[in-house]
């Protein structure tokens, strides 16, 4: 079981990550070099897809990662989530959690920029929504290693 669930907690990890990698950078590179119309009619057409992608993947990443905490047999007590090992688990899950409500409002700038055709208000809030996944994934993925190798 903790090997299946582990298989599961990976698979969407590496979906997760690299949609949101692609996403951002490749999808986001290519939107920056349409024009405002051209990005406004394209942006609505990709929609339907990365929000589903990026979000389902997480799902299955988070579910299955609270499951491989407690298959681990780290956790048989309240007081073992406070160790190193379920505590940097419970952090990388405040930080996935938190960062959605943090990036809301860079996303909701981006497609206003997107939707009003205002070139500037989405390079700006593009780089900047970027940036912050590109922060978070960097922090998560540290914690999920560090918890591998005892560090
Ligand atoms: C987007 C969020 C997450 C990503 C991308 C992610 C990714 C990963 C990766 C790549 C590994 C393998 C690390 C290695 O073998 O070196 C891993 C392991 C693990 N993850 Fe996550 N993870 C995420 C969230 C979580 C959460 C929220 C929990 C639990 C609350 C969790 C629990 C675990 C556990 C228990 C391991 C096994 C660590 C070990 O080898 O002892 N993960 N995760």
């Keep these: 079981m903790l090997d299946l ?7 969407g990890a590496t979906v997760f990550v690299g949609s949101v990698v692609f996403f951002d950078w490749a999808v986001g590179g ?3 070099r349409m024009t405002p119309e051209a990005r406004k009619s394209a942006a609505h057409a990709i929609r339907p897809f990365s929000g589903p ?6 799902a299955v990443t988070l579910l299955a990662g609270i499951a491989r905490l407690f298959l681990s047999g780290a956790v048989t007590g309240w007081a073992d989530l ?20 943090l990036a809301a409002p860079f ?14 208000a989405f390079l700006l809030w593009w780089k900047r929504y970027r940036s912050l996944n ?3 994934l960097a922090a998560v993925l540290l914690l999920m290693v560090s918890m591998r190798l005892g560090w």
């Design 5 to 11: 669930v582990h298989f599961v907690h990976i698979a």
């Design 30 to 32: 290519a939107l920056a």
């Design 53 to 58: 992608i990026i979000m389902g993947s997480l």
């Design 82 to 101: 406070f160790s190193g090992y379920a505590g940097r688990a419970i952090l990388a899950l405040v930080i996935v959690i938190a960062s959605e409500g």
């Design 107 to 120: 996303r909701k700038h981006m497609r206003a920029g997107i939707d009003t055709l205002d070139d500037s």
């Design 134 to 136: 590109a922060l978070v």
